[in-house]
C-alpha cells in the first residue's frame, strides 16, 4: 500500500503548506469539465446513478447488515430514488468498527494517509456520478452538486487530512533524552512515542451537504488512526454510501479490513443516531444539523469528543454602498442560491431606518428594498437560470414555512416567493426567497432561525444598532457569517472588531462572482467555534489535535 | 514591554525546538545552588517567607477584595502558617478579569509571550522562596518542594508558552487569495485572520503541587489571550499567591491592567469553586484533584472547555527482575518519596503467585515482597534521608488512611508505616509506605484508589494475569504511570502494547536515580488524556488549540 503515499504525497504536502499561507489553491478541478474528468464523465456519471435508482446499493459482503436493507429517499426535484441500503444496528456497526480499527491504527502516518488520498482521487473520479446523488438527494442544482458536493468536498477532506498529518507527524516515534548529573554518568533513556486513536468515531450527516460536511470529520478521524461510523440522514444516504464504498473498495485493495469504513442508515422512524452516539465504545462525533440535537450530543455524550456544526443567525450590515446595483445583484443570488438552504445563507439584513449613502447619493431603506429585490426578480426572471441558482428545497417543512411566510402579517412582505418555470423537473419543490421587512424591535421574529429562503430587512435606528444587532444576534444566537457594506473604513474597522468577538467571518463589500455564502478551504476557517452555530472549525488543528493521543515508553539505556 | 520577548526570545525558541525533539532540556536550573541562584538566595528565600508568617498577604489596590482577608493554611510540618489573603467573589474576581482582558486580547503573540516568559524569570529567581512556600503547605520536603514547586514547574509552564506561541504563529495575520476565473480576471481578496481568545480561564490548584499542576494551564490561557483566575486549594494558597503577586507586577511594569492575572481564595466550608466554573463567563477550566469533583466539573461546565488531571491506579508489573537489590531500591524510593502522595506514585504492584527468575536465579512471591519491604526498611533507616524523602503529609485524612491501612486485615502486612525521627519538626505529619499482600481476586480493594503511602503486592497467577490486571485497571480506572520489569523483550513489547491501550506512560525495567514517578518537561507527556486518569495532557498541541480561535475578514481587492 506504499505505493499510494508515493502517489499522493506531493499533494498531501501541498495541502500541508497552503493551510498555513491560506492561499487560492484546489486539488480537485471544481470544473464539471470533460477535458479534466473525461469524455464521457458526465455521461457514466448520470447512466450511474439511473442504474442504482429502483434498485439495491451493493457493498461488500464484510459490511455488516443485521437489519436487512433500509432507505426511503426522494428526490427534491420530484421522483423515489428507491434505492435501499445494506443496514445494521449500532451493536453490530460498533463491533465491526472497533475490530477493524485494530489493523488500522497499527499502520504508519504515511500508510494511512496514502490510502486517503487514494479514497479521495476515486471520489473525484466519480464526482460526476456523485453530483447526481448530490443534486437528488438534497435538491441542490448539477452545477452546485458538483462543485459543493464533489470537489469542494474533497478539497474540505484533504484539509482535514493534511491538519492531522502535519501535527502528528511532529512527534518523533523515538527521543534519546541524557540529563547531565554533574561528576556523575548522566541518565541516558530511550523514550518511544506511540500515537494511539481515540478508536471509533461516528460521522453525522446532514441532508443538504452530506459530503461536504461530512468529509471533514470522518477524514481527520481516520487519518488520526480512528474507525469511521458513517451516519447519513435517512434523506440523504446515497452519496455518502457511494463514498463509503469507494472508501471500503481502497481499504481492500490495501489488505485492511474495510469495516475502518461503515455506512449506518436509518429512517426517520426507526432513527439509530442516539444509540449511536451514547454508545460508551463510540469515542468521537461529528455532527452537523439542526441546534437543538446538536445541543443535545454536546450534553449528552460525555465518552466522547463531540465537534459540532449547528445554525445561527448569519446578517448582513448595509452603512453605505459605492455601486448599489453591484452590492445588491450579490445579495440577491446570496439568498437565491439552494434557495437559502446554506450554513451560510444571510437571514438579516439589518439597514438604517433613514437609508444609507451611495456614490450615486442618498437611497431611502424603500429604495435599498427595492434594489435587492429586483435584483432577486431579474436574477430568477428567467427559468433556466433560476433553476440553476434555487435547485430544489430538500425538506417539505422548509418549503411550507417559505409558503407561510408569503402569507404572514408580522412585517410587510417586499418580495414574495418566486417559483421558476421548470421544464425538465415539473414537480421540483422550488421556491425563491421571501423578503420582509421588520422594525429593529422585532427581534422575536428574526432573532429565530428560519432555515430556507426567508430573509429580513430591518430597519435600524441607525448603521451603529444595526451592527450591534447583527453581532448580539450571532453571540447569542451563533453565526457562521456575516457580510457589510460600508464606504467607511472606520466602520469596516468596528464591523471586524465586534464580528471578531462574536467569532463570525466577515466578508466586506462583496460585489461580483464571489459571495458570502461561500467558504474556500484551505483559506476560510468555517465555523469560528466561538459562538453557538458551532463548537468546532473546519478545519484548524484544534479540530484535529484531540482525535489521538500520545503513548508514551521510556528505558534506560 | 517589547524589551520583555527581546530577552527571554532564545528561550521560548529553544522550547519550541525541544518539545519536538522532546531530549532532555531545563531552562530553569533544579540545583538549589548559591552558584546559579545567588550566594544569599536560600537565606533570603526562608527569610521572606518567616516574613509572611502570620501577616496578611499584601497584594496591589486594583486586585479585587469584596470578601476581605482569608486563609487558614497549617504547615504538614506542624504550625500554622497564619497569612490571610485578599479575598474577592467568583462576581468581583470575573468583572476584574473580563475587563482586564479586553487590552491583553489585543497584544501581539511576540508581546504576551515576553511578559509571560518574565513572569516565569521572576518566580525562577524566587524559587528559594517558592520552596519555603510549597513545603509548607505541601508537606513536600525542601529538595522536592525546591524543584517540583520551583523549576521544574517553570519548565512546564513554559512548555506550554511554547506549544501555544508554536501554533498561533503558525496563522497567518494576512492572506492574499486569486482564484483564476479561466479567461477572465481571477477574483483577488485580502483576508486577515485574528486571533481571538476564549475569555476567562480559571485555574483549579491541588493541595499537592499548587504550581507544577497549575502553572501549565495557567500559562497556556494566557498565552492564547485568556484572562487567568487561580483559584487555590484552601490548604495551599501561599505558592499560587506568590506566583500571582510576581506575575501581577510584571503585566504592570509592562503597563498592562494587573486583572489579567487574579488570586480566587476560599475555606473549606466556604468553598466558591462551584460558582466560579459554572459561571457563564467563565470559557476555559483546568483542574487538578480529586476524580469526583473532576469528573463533576468536565460533566457540569457546558459553557466552557474543561482539562482535567485526576487520579488513579498506578502500577508496576514484575515478570521479571536482572538484578532484584538495584529494581526493589528504585521502587522502594518511587513508593516512599512523598509518602506517595503524587499522581505518579505506583499503587499496585502485580507479581506472579509463583515468583519470578532474576539473574540470580528464581525468587518466589515472598522473596520479591521483602526484597521490596527491606529496600523500603533500609532507605528510610536513617531518619534525615527518610525525612528528606518522605516530607510530611498534607492532608490529616490522608495519614488516618496510612494508619488505618496498618492495622487492616483485608491482606497480610508486609511492612507497616515508619514514622523517621524529626528533630526539626517535632510535629511533622509523617508516614512511609505501608505495604499489604493482597490476592489477584481482590479487585474491590486494589481497584479503589488509596491516596497517600499505601500500596499493594498482588498476587497473580502469572505474568500475563499481572500486566492485563494492570492494563484493565488503568483503562477502566485510570493510571499515569506504570512501570514493567521484565528482562524478555517479547513481554516488554506486550506491555507496551497493552499500556499503550490504556494511554498509560510507561517505564521499562528503572534502576538507578530515575524514577517512574518523575515527568520531565518538553520530554514526558503527563496524563494521556485517553483514560479517566485525566482528559489531558500536560503538554500537548491539543491542550492549547481550544483555547483560542481565529476570527477572519476578508475584502475584495
Redesign the interface.
Known sequence: MSEFYTKHQATLHKAIEVK?????WSAYPEMPSRKIYGEDAAKDGLAAFEAQLNNDFKLDNKHPNDLGLLGAETSPFGFELNIKYPAASPTALIAASKEAGKSWAKLSLNQRAGILLEILSRINANSFEMAQAVMHTTGQAFAMAFQAGGPHAQDRALEAVAYAYD?MS?I?AT???????GKHDP?K?Q????L?P?GVSVVIGCSTFPTWNSYPGMFASLMCGNTSIVKTHSGAILPAAISVKLAREVLAEAGIDPNVVVLAVDTSDAPITKGLVQHEDVKIIDYTGNSAFGTWI??NA?QAQVYTEKAGLNSIVIESVDNMRAASGNIAFSLSLYSGQMCTTPQNIFIPKDGIETSDGHMSFDDVAKAITVSISKLLGEPARANGILGAIQNPATYERAMAANDQTDGDIMLTSLKPENQEFADARQAGPVIIKLDASQKDIYETEKFGPISYLIACDDADQALELAASGAKNHGAITTAVYSMKADF?EQA?DA???A????????????FVNQS?AF???HV???NPAGNA?LA???YV??RF????????V
Open positions: 498555513k499561507t491560506r492561499e487560492y501535527i511532529e518523533p527521543a534519546s533524552w541524557v540529563k547531565p548529573q541518565i533513556m523514550k518511544s512515542f506511540r494511539i481515540r454536546e450534553n460525555p469596516i471586524e464580528f471578531a468577538e467569532g463570525v467571518a466577515l466578508s466586506c463589500n462583496l460585489v461580483g462572482n464571489i474556500a483559506s476560510d476557517y469560528s467555534g466561538a472549525c484548524d488543528t484544534a489535535a484531540n493521543r500520545v503513548a508514551a515508553s521510556r528505558k534506560l
